[in-house]
């Protein structure tokens, strides 16, 4: 049976809805914040999650940055995934994954979600658009899988959303990194059922890259197509995955898909 809840009933339960019983609640994620200062004033809500690994961190922020110039009445925040720092030592509570596939774990989407309920009810005027680039887009495409009413739109760089196939790629490529062990992560493609109809979606992906990316970001575009969801698919010519995300076409398709997003009622 497949369990989704409203944006009322989770607004409602905040915080809470992944917390242990205990009274004193864990830690958020580390917010990196551009844009708008004023809640009351921001119309579009960015939220930015990196890709696997240390170096991917910083281009996330610039990224975020970026983003919160180019889309007006916007505050964009970049959100360190669970247990991960950044360059001025600020970190998110919580392990980080392996970097083998091992990092999209339900207990980690549940993390970043916690984190969007917490800025839903910060931003209530604001539509909010997820964006990940690498491993950061699959736990995207995983959480509006499983919390189909916490964005309005999604951005998906780079995504290795077909899980397994991709996994077997990468062990071919990198026989001593670990993607040949078994994982617990989700695999988007499973958790696609859930998503809102009324999601709209952009999936980007460059043609060079060497873990056939524009392979598995197709599937998946194919499958949103599938269940009636607006996408905005393109593959990159000459472009590796560790490059997508600076690219102007980036901006662009989330410029499109802020444009294309009804706004909130006040």
């Not at 980690?108 to 658009?129: D, F, H, M, P, T």
């Not at 699959?138 to 959480?143: E, G, K, R, S």
């Not at 560790?242 to 662009?252: C, F, G, K, N, Q």
Request: charged share 25%.
């Amino acid at each position: 049976m497949r369990f989704k809840l409203s944006l009322a009933a989770l607004l409602a339960a905040g915080p809470a809805l992944h917390a242990a019983p205990a009274a004193k609640q864990p830690p958020m994620l580390h917010e990196q914040r551009y844009g708008e200062d004023r809640a009351s004033r921001v119309r579009t809500l960015a939220v930015v999650l990196h890709a696997d690994g240390d170096t991917s961190v910083a281009p996330a922020y610039s990224f975020t940055e970026a983003t919160a110039k180019a889309l007006t009445g916007s505050t964009s925040i970049a959100l360190l995934r669970p247990g991960y720092a950044d360059t001025a030592g600020r970190r998110s509570p919580g392990e980080r994954g392996r970097a083998n596939g091992d990092g999209y774990t339900r207990e980690r989407v549940g993390e970043v979600a916690r984190s969007l309920i917490a800025l839903r009810k910060r931003y209530r005027r604001a539509k909010l658009i997820l964006i990940g680039e690498g491993g950061g887009a699959a736990i995207a495409a995983n959480l509006v899988g499983i919390y189909p009413t916490l964005a309005d739109g999604l951005l998906l760089v780079s995504c290795p959303c077909a899980l397994p196939e991709w996994r077997r790629t990468m062990a071919k490529r990198s026989p001593n990194a670990g993607f040949d062990q078994p994982v617990t992560s989700l695999d988007p493609l499973q958790t696609i059922g859930g998503v809102s109809p009324a999601l709209r979606a952009a999936v980007l992906v460059g043609a060079d890259d060497p873990a056939g990316l524009a392979r598995y970001s197709r599937t998946y575009a194919e499958a949103l197509a599938l269940r009636g969801i607006a996408v905005d698919f393109r593959i990159l010519p000459a472009r590796p995955a560790s490059a997508v995300l600076s690219e102007p076409e980036v901006a662009d398709a989330l410029k499109r898909l802020a444009t294309s997003l009804p706004e909130k009622r006040k």
